[in-house]
């Protein structure tokens, strides 16, 4: 343990136990929001790839079906498609690579200063440490919230080049 930590912990055990539990309780519930906000992305980017991996070919392959030929600005559309899925599917694994959360405090540490420091004093500790956790995990949702978006527009962008793509067949 540092220096720094345990002059967090030795400073804690004169403050009042009533708000080191208002304060564990509070970094408990914002840690666990994190876990659920980085769940609810993680299922956004499942359903946009999904989604992109399904539309794509199945709309190529109703063209390609349909009209023997196609004009060559339909097959830019489709071509311009394809690169948007290929965005799409980048920028989706660029934020589905950022998965790791972080969880303080260390169970072998927590063990040990359960043992050493009194009760006030360890709750203070570990909502420090889930306070520490936090700081690190806001700046990875916030990454991986990034890359999730521009993925999404990536999908969208897809779905309005093969809609012309289709609109340009029947007209």
Wanted: net charge neutral; no cysteine.
């Amino acid at each position: 343990m540092t220096d720094e930590a345990n002059q967090a912990v030795v400073g804690t055990e004169l403050g009042n136990p009533e708000s080191a539990e208002v304060y564990l309780e509070a970094a408990r519930h914002r840690l666990d929001t994190q876990v659920s906000a980085n769940v609810a992305l993680d299922n956004r980017i499942a359903a946009a790839f999904t989604v992109g991996s399904t539309v794509l070919p199945l709309t190529i392959g109703l063209l390609n079906q349909q009209f023997a030929t196609v004009d060559t600005w339909v097959k830019l559309l489709l071509a311009a498609a394809i690169a948007a899925y290929v965005g799409l599917l980048i920028l989706l694994q660029a934020a589905y690579s950022l998965r790791s959360m972080r969880f303080r405090p260390d169970i072998p540490t927590l063990q040990m200063h359960s043992l050493t420091y009194p009760r006030g004093a360890l709750r203070q500790w570990v909502a420090d440490e889930y306070a520490r956790s936090i700081l690190i995990n806001d700046r990875m949702l916030i990454d991986k919230g990034e890359r999730a978006k521009w993925g999404l527009r990536s999908l969208y962008i897809e779905g309005l080049l093969l809609s012309f793509a289709a609109l340009a067949t029947i007209f």
